[in-house]
């Protein structure tokens, strides 16, 4: 069964600083990953996903992601953190023989000034 | 273009007692998939729907049921609620495409409260 871990609970930077958020996947074939974001109180809004086309996958507000099959890692970055990113944010994997979302326990990213 | 919609807001309920949350796809979609949150961790998959029937279900009890209408709207019905199923639900709807299920787009959730 696919699953993704990500490796730090929360990831604190300064503004203008950038952002790395670590995700490892486990899959026994090519996966479909994506990265989610949840601002507090709200629901799940899509960053980006991967589906095997290019291995740099750019999604909005500026975050990008890297599938890395050799290290099986799809961390998020961000040249610049903003006030606004400040979230939690979910790796996911979707089983695609079950068509379902398996999602990593999330990292609260926090931003300060 | 309306986003995914889910009502209640918000639910508070006792022990015991029976809950529906209701949930909209975005408009061209035609699957719709529940997950619960529980506080502090991530979004866990309940079942799946597409034409009328469930497709896939995830680890929760027989408590846990619902139903997908012919305008693609669906109910998540929870029986004989436990504290434990304070959580907030949310829906998800894609649109199946060649056999597997598209990008899944997610409404603002349910927060359902049980005393």
């Known amino acids: 069964a696919q699953s993704v871990t990500q490796l730090d609970s929360h990831v604190s930077v300064s503004e203008g600083t950038p952002v790395l958020l670590r995700c490892n996947y486990s899959?026994?074939?090519?996966?479909?990953l994506f990265w989610y974001v949840q601002h507090p109180n709200k629901g799940l809004q899509l960053l980006l996903k991967?589906?095997?086309?290019?291995?740099l996958v750019k999604g909005i507000n500026g975050f990008e992601a890297e599938f890395k099959k050799s290290e099986t890692s799809f961390h998020l970055t961000k040249p610049s953190a903003h006030m606004s990113d400040a979230a939690e944010y979910f790796c996911?994997?979707?089983?695609?023989?079950?068509?379902?979302?398996?999602f990593g326990t999330g990292t609260r990213l926090l931003v300060s000034p | 273009d309306a986003g995914v919609t889910q009502s209640p807001t918000h639910l508070i309920k006792t022990r015991g007692q029976q809950v529906t949350l209701r949930c909209s796809p975005k408009?061209?979609?035609?699957?719709v998939s529940w997950y619960q949150q529980a506080l502090g961790q991530g979004p866990q998959f309940i079942f799946q729907?597409?034409?009328?029937?469930?497709?896939q279900r995830g680890n929760f009890p027989d408590r846990f049921s619902g139903h997908q209408f012919p305008n693609y709207s669906s109910e998540l019905n929870v029986n004989a609620l436990l504290l434990g199923d304070s959580a907030l639900y949310l829906c998800?709807?894609?649109?199946?495409?060649?056999?597997?299920?598209?990008?899944?787009?997610f409404g603002p959730g349910t927060r359902l409260t049980v005393l």
């Open positions: 991967y589906t095997s086309a290019a291995t």
């Open positions: 998800a709807s894609s649109l199946v495409r060649q056999g597997y299920t598209d990008t899944q787009y």
């Open positions: 899959s026994s074939y090519s996966p479909s």
């Open positions: 996911v994997v979707i089983d695609t023989g079950f068509q379902k979302l398996v």
């Open positions: 408009s061209g979609h035609d699957t």
């Open positions: 729907y597409y034409e009328e029937e469930e497709r």
